[in-house]
């Protein structure tokens, strides 16, 4: 489920976005509560999420990496 959610947020969803909602993800993979929040937890984990406490998840702004010389 990981996998096809990062590649709709490198393909379709912008920084800013708002995923669906846990029940929205429940009802489209045909998936319990914990296996939505393991994989948004895996997202957030590889920097490409954030989640806010009552509001949802949304894609993270990706910030350029410092070159060190």
Known sequence: M???IRSHLEG???AGDQL???PGFMADYGVSRI???QALDVLRSEGLIVK???RGSFVRALQP???EC
Request: charged letters at 35%; aromatic letters at 0%; a negative charge.
């Open 20 to 22: 669906p909602s846990e």
């Open 2 to 4: 990981a996998d096809d």
């Open 12 to 14: 379709t969803l912008e």
């Open 35 to 37: 296996v939505v929040r």
């Open 52 to 54: 806010h406490q009552g």
């Open 65 to 67: 990496r410092s070159v």
